[in-house]
């Protein structure tokens, strides 16, 4: 098979399309040939030699989100049968013609999505469900900030926290971003600059402090967040694009009682991921046949120019998913 390989860390130059042998499900285990895939941050560090693979992954194939049909199941799979359209979260290795995923690890595509805009699902809208639905405990009227609001993450937050009747506010280093995401129920947009200071957090709360804030950039949005955050709120870190280490003020965080939640989907234990899954498939696939809920996808890139989706990205400009469109 067809697979995008990293020949060493570094720049978009360094991934290279190899054919590689194709990998064969074990029992418990379907044989997924991908139709589209999907980039995200963790693609481009793992290229750079700064986000190994989780154990059992591929080391030097990157994709963490996939859509496809069933080609193979294992002797004692009874969920799936081939021909079956499925997508799903996997540690490493979606960004090639096939990969081998659980049974249990990927759910079914609906049928009004096509295969790119369900491989633009899996990474951003988990992730959001679970920040904020089940770590956060999300409840209807609460208001949240959300940082980096037009990210493939941002933009799944914002309307699951509308779909669970909370109030969504964002940040974004782009004025028109922030007009762009009053489409899909901003409230209020605040523009930030690269290190915002704990002033700008309260200028976030002038009118009224958060419940909950999901942090994509981590740095120093963090003291910034504190200073937004409501007395008993909840702070959801979920990335570090902005840097790994912040020095919080703990007499802040002690007086207003908070709580700070770190979570990353991609070292979970199997069972853990297959639990986010499940509950997703259940509680949150519906809201997208029914409208709720949009696939936002800021470009798509045939499998062969990899390279220009990874510029894409590292361009800071984008609005929304980057999606891979597999060769037939």
Known sequence: MLAAVIS?????????????????????????????????????????????????????????????EVEQIGSVVQLWKPGNRVMGLTGGGAHAGYLVAHERAVMEIPRSLTWEQAAAIPEAFITAHDALWIQAALRANEQVLIHAVSSGVGL??????RAMGAIPSGTSRTADK???????????GFLVPASPTTEEGRKWAADRAFDVVLDLAGGSYLNASLQALAHRGRIVLIGTMAGAKSEIDLGLMLGKRVRMIGTVLRARPLEEKIAVTRSFAREVLPFFESKVLHVVIDSEFPFQDI???????ESNQTFGKIVLRMSD
Do not use: C
């Open 8 to 68: 060493r860390p570094g720049g978009p130059e360094v991934l290279e399309l190899r054919t590689v042998p194709r990998p064969q499900p074990e029992s418990t285990e379907i044989l997924v040939r991908v139709r589209a895939s999907a980039l995200n941050r963790a693609d481009l560090l793992q290229r750079r030699g700064h986000y190994p693979a989780p154990p059992g992954a591929p080391t030097d194939i990157p994709g963490l989100e996939f859509a496809g």
């Open 156 to 161: 799944a937050a914002l309307q699951l926290t």
């Open 178 to 188: 922030l007009v762009r995401a009053k489409e899909f129920g901003l409230e209020s």
């Open 307 to 313: 390279r220009k989706a990874h510029e894409r990205m």
